[in-house]
């Protein structure tokens, strides 16, 4: 129920079946915890949650693991020092880690590490390009993306099939977030001709973020019209979320 009340963006309701939820298994609901505390601008409970596990790890030195900080949660918590030092040092254990690198993009957007992120996007397009082209090879030993989404592996007979469309947008859900992290920082760097370069990338507009920043690349080289397109696109998205979250509030619940 939490589930699904959380993917209709009713996160009252979703925030009440995770605190049920919680009383007889907390090690299950953590991460929902904070992220639908985080939603509905309840900071200090998000906090709250991390100092709960940090709390029953020491209660239960027996079953400790399950009780174990993530690092995406001390990035949604602000802690992203913290967060960027565990990303680095994954990264070191495993470069092509795709959840270890969209953090530290994370990580390195919400601390103003402008150049950084571009530097990190470009080498991530670059393997993504390399990695879409392979990917219309001869299909028998063909690569995809493992499940953690990052280095391509070699497609046997015991692995499931998986579809051309599957895999692009696995790929795609992946490139996406590089370059719209990328995309933030060149802009912000009024770095308008790589801003250019990145969006050109993002065939689709599927986010708020990727047709907002195309509608500015728009205004910039004032072609007003195609921008005007863009900034309804965008009002489009924002409607849709928001349009739950007006309606949503604790007390509802």
Same mark, same amino acid.
């Given at each position: 129920?939490?589930?699904? $009340? ?21 090690? =299950?609901?953590?991460?929902?915890? #904070?992220?639908?505390? *985080?939603? %509905? +601008? ?16 020491? *209660?239960?030195?027996? =079953? ?16 992203? &020092? ?14 092509? &880690?795709?959840?270890? #690198? ?7 957007? $919400? ?7 571009? @530097? #990190?996007?470009?080498? !991530? ?18 690569? /995809?993306?493992?499940?953690?989404? =990052?280095?391509?592996?070699? /497609?046997?007979?015991? @692995?499931?099939?998986?579809? +051309? ?15 719209? /992290? ?13 801003? @250019? ?6 065939? &689709?507009?599927? =986010? ?5 920043? *195309?509608?500015? %690349?728009?205004?910039?080289? &004032?072609?007003?019209? !195609?921008?005007?397109?863009? #900034? ?8 849709? !979320? %928001? ?9 509802? $619940?």
């Amino acid at each position: 129920l939490a589930g699904l $009340a959380e993917k209709s963006r009713a996160y009252a309701k979703a925030l009440h079946y995770c605190e049920l939820e919680f009383q007889s298994s907390p090690a =299950t609901c953590f991460e929902s915890l #904070i992220n639908i505390n *985080k939603k %509905l +601008d309840q900071h200090e409970s998000a906090l709250g949650v991390l100092r709960n596990v940090e709390y029953l790890r020491k *209660k239960h030195p027996a =079953t400790a693991a399950q009780y174990t900080v993530r690092d995406s949660w001390l990035a949604k918590l602000g802690h992203w &020092e913290v967060a960027l030092g565990r990303y680095e040092a994954r990264l070191q254990a495993n470069p092509n &880690e795709a959840a270890g #690198i969209a953090g530290k993009l994370k990580c390195l957007e $919400a601390l103003g590490r402008w150049e950084e992120c571009i @530097d #990190i996007c470009t080498q !991530q397009m670059q393997s993504f390009n390399k990695l879409e082209f392979a990917s219309t090879g001869s299909a028998e030993h063909s690569p /995809v993306l493992d499940k953690g989404g =990052t280095a391509p592996r070699t /497609v046997s007979s015991d @692995d499931p099939p998986e579809s +051309d469309v599957e895999q692009k947008k696995r790929l795609f859900s992946l490139y996406t977030k590089s370059s719209t /992290v990328g995309a933030t920082a060149a802009w912000s760097l009024n770095r308008w001709d790589t801003m @250019d370069y990145i969006l050109n990338k993002n065939v &689709e507009f599927d =986010t708020v973020d990727v047709t907002l920043m *195309k509608a500015a %690349l728009f205004v910039h080289k &004032e072609e007003f019209s !195609q921008a005007s397109e863009l #900034i309804d696109k965008t009002r489009l998205f924002l409607d849709e !979320q %928001l349009s739950g979250l007006l309606a949503e509030s604790y007390g509802r $619940a």
